[in-house]
């Protein structure tokens, strides 16, 4: 037990020696921010907030998906429902996004079909999706 202990603590050390300054002092985050405030176009305040709440509605949609595939949780309207609710709130943090990297929601939407019919033309083949062109992000 106190090898593993003590192994934990160690881990502890390491992981704060490999994160960065404004994963750990409020100061330094706040000065990030307004650095990239003052130097961008980005509102990182409504960034930020676009990037947790999408990771954590993503993750409530694929909890329901999940609990359907592996646990035998019906594929009822009431979940149907639930994941209708779940992609509700993800469009909402996704349009926080755009709005906060000054973006037009439907430029991006465009930009993504021109990558995939860039990259797959007609017809998904896994060959296509597996090696890019270099470029493609």
């Known amino acids: 037990m106190q090898e593993v202990k003590s192994f934990l603590n160690k881990y502890g050390e390491f992981v704060t020696k490999v994160t960065s300054e404004p ?3 409020q100061v330094s985050l706040d000065s990030r921010m307004k650095e990239i405030d003052s130097s961008s176009p980005i509102e990182s305040a409504r960034l930020l907030t676009a990037a947790l709440g999408l990771g954590s509605e993503t993750g409530e949609f694929v909890e329901i998906v999940k609990k359907m595939f592996l646990q035998g949780k019906p594929a009822s309207d009431e979940n149907i429902f639930h994941m209708k609710r779940e992609l509700g709130d993800i469009m909402w943090y ?13 430029e991006v939407i465009k930009e993504n079909q021109d990558k995939l019919e860039a990259r797959y033309g007609e017809k998904f083949e896994i060959d296509r999706s597996e090696h890019r062109q270099d470029g493609d992000l």
């Open 23 to 25: 994963s750990l002092n």
């Open 94 to 106: 996704w349009t926080t996004a755009c709005l906060a990297l000054k973006l037009d929601p439907f």
